[in-house]
């Protein structure tokens, strides 16, 4: 199945939109919990950056990140679940057959290799949602971030938006700023 690009933006600028989010750093935490979901941050294996359960009782939902990593990681972990929430039905993990079934969407190395065409989606989501493409595009145009003649603009950009130099790297690559 293909990454669903056209809805992910769609998705994205609707909840900026309804959020009233013009400028980064994006409010990851608060949109969340907005739409409904709690987030929990706990020290869990350093293998596991976060998950996603949603209980289908009672439509509620949590995203979990964890602790010991990074807070920008934490912030595109919580951007990556946000996703699964949105575009994914996730999986069925029975509990105890009285108390019926949760959904959840776990991120673990092997959904790490880029692979599988949720864990592509909701890689993107993140990266849409924490580094907007028309927010990146009016700081590269109107301001003072120059990518040719200022060594530190990456470190500068991701600072604003609160993501790694990585992540922001990729992003600007994805959208065609700069060739890797």
Same mark, same amino acid.
């Given at each position: ?13 609707m %909840? %900026? ?43 509620g ?9 990074h807070p ?9 679940? %946000?996703?699964?929430f ?5 999986q ?10 949760f ?11 880029? +692979?599988d065409?949720? +864990?592509k ?6 990266? +849409?949602?924490?580094?907007p ?21 990456l +470190?500068?950009?991701?600072k ?9 790297t ?7 700023y700069?060739s890797l």
């Open positions: 199945m293909a990454v669903r690009r056209k809805l992910i933006r769609q998705q994205v600028e %909840l %900026l939109s309804r959020h009233n989010v013009a400028h980064g750093p994006v409010p990851v935490d608060a949109i969340a919990r907005a739409l409904g979901i709690q987030i929990k941050l706990d020290k869990v294996d350093d293998t596991l950056s976060g998950f996603l359960v949603r209980d289908r009782k009672s439509n939902a949590v995203i979990g990140a964890n602790k010991s990593h920008h990681r934490q912030r595109f972990t919580i951007a990556h679940e %946000l996703g699964h949105l575009l994914h039905e996730g069925d993990v029975h509990l105890d057959e009285n108390q019926g079934a959904r959840v969407n776990l991120r673990s190395p092997e959904s790490a290799k880029g +692979e065409t949720d +864990e989606e909701a890689n993107l989501f993140a990266a +849409e949602l924490l580094m493409a028309v927010f990146l595009e009016q700081d590269l145009h109107n301001s003072d971030f120059d990518l040719l003649g200022d060594g530190d603009v +470190e500068k950009l991701a604003k938006y609160k993501v790694s130099v990585q992540a922001l990729f992003r600007l690559a994805y959208l065609g700069i």
